[in-house]
């Protein structure tokens, strides 16, 4: 899996309410419209320039604060292909995990807003073509991948009926 796309940087602490904003509640079941309003808070602009394929890039601590998975979703339906931060809050890892967003670890203080990044999430490489660097990412477990692979937990159960753990 080698993705390819534009970053969106965002800073330290981004929490489940600047992702997806309380005041879009009554949304909830309305999920692409729901999008329409993913990062309002931290960035107004977000959602009418980010394109499909992009990278959501932050610093500590992303996704932190209630547990609604609707906060990875409305990030997959925006258009962003995979997650760049310094650390997740544990409860956003899973949920992103469970609806098919890749998520990547790694120190995201030399990314910049604009630069085009190479993210192989099988070998475990970020290649920033802007800076034309490389760094090295600890890729995720087997078992993750193949969740991300068949679209998320649910379709995963769909095809194979239960979680094989490996």
Known sequence: ??????????????????????????????????????????????????????????????????????????????GVSVVIAHSFARIFYRNAINVGLPLVSCNTDQIDEGNTLEVDLERGILYNITKNTKMNFQPLPILMKTILKEGGLVQYIKKHGDLKLV
Request: hydrophobic share 40%; charged share 25%.
């Open 1 to 78: 899996m080698v993705l390819k796309g534009k970053v969106w940087k965002f800073g330290d602490s981004i929490s489940t309410d600047l992702i997806t904003p309380g005041r879009f509640y009554h949304l909830r079941s309305n999920l692409s419209e729901l999008a329409k309003h993913a990062m309002e808070d931290a960035d107004p602009t977000f959602s009418s320039k980010v394109k499909k394929g992009d990278f959501l890039v932050a610093g500590k601590n992303f996704g932190l604060g209630s547990s609604r998975e609707h906060a990875a979703i409305v990030i997959k339906l925006s």
